[in-house]
């Protein structure tokens, strides 16, 4: 019997024309395949953003029109409960003095200052120690080691003698009046509220970068909350300012120590034990914000990784019908994190496949800036209804592309805190915090 190799030349090009042919369709229908796949998954990146941006446009327009706008709150009519100030602070030398020499003058009638030195390296400690004298209200706990903002927040709250906290951070001016709104909201909606958060306005503005967060502030993450407070739940409060009751923190085991945002962490164990979460737009606090771009990169890889950290370790509610109420949140993390993945995905797939310039060009400014004129209209309302708080409007025209560039930016950020979420979960321990970069400051 003759073997292949022995018959005739001509059977083995038809062989490897066969050969060919089957390579050929193989290869022809993977190409097949990840086309579909790329154009389902450019539908996905246009459409997400746009349905997104009319929901936020929708929910900050119902909160305005049914939540917001209410009449001043006499605060002379009020018996005002005694109230804990707890401020947790490492290497804040250059704000932590004007931030409690501020705090002294709220004249909020019952109240005490706590600062928590959290092992500082620097000036920090010797600031509090000559300022603690001073001042009656103001009391300053001086820890060696640094173990993180959660606990230092634990031992403040150990310390603290009010059944009410108002958290802020070490560079936050807190507005006179927010005291007051916030504890009005505990009396106003019942025993089941568990926090109120306020609302950060940034203090530094001489810069582009910094110009752009005032937009942000306004058109996504204040349209954010007032969304998910119309839905129902808060994806976090603001850990810039916020109060708590404090038996509802005690009754999820207060902050988590192992969590990189223990803002968000926290909100969600309140809503997991069905704690309720408010937003109080009136109740606003002064912050500085990064103004370079490793400084941004740094915060906004935290807290993306802090949010992933949250939606792995609490994936049981939506076993739950009883938590309904947040699914439609949780959801939407985790769409918001499969956006990032196919963003990222897509325009690799255009570098690597375009076969011109123009070819890569239509992909990008398509899948960018043909939501602009949405944009345009998501920041007209958002600054509108911000503008009795703060005085925005001047910075429209030129920052309305912002929002856009607000979605590439959150991708490629969601994709490198992945790993580091993922990795958190496993190592555990305790979440210790840097020096963060606070920009110019303003007096």
Known sequence: ????????????????????????????????????????????IFWYPLIMSLIWIAGTSLFFRYRERKNKVDFNKVEWPFVSILIPCYNEEETIEETVKHLVKVNYPHKEIIVVNDGSIDRTANILHTLAPQYQELRVIDCKENRGKANALHIALHASKAEYLICIDSDAILDLDAPYYLIYQFFNRGERLGAVTGNPRIRNRDTLLSRLQIVEYASIIGAIKRTQRTLGKIMTVSGVVVAFRKKALINVGLWDRDMITEDISVSWKLQERFWDIRYEPRALCWMLVPETIRGIWKQRIRWAQGGQEVILRHWKIMLNWKHRRIWPIYIEQWVSLLWSYSWTFVTLYYFATATSINELFIWITFSSFSLIFLSLIQLLISIKVDSPYDRILKYYLWAAWYPVIYWVLNAVIVVFAFPKAIKSRIKGGYATWTSPDRGNRMN
């Open 1 to 44: 019997m003759k073997t292949w190799e022995s018959r005739p030349s001509h059977y083995k090009c038809i062989r490897n024309y066969i050969d060919y042919c089957y390579l050929s369709l193989f290869l022809r229908n993977r190409v097949d395949y990840m086309e579909s796949l790329v154009a389902y998954l450019s539908q996905f």
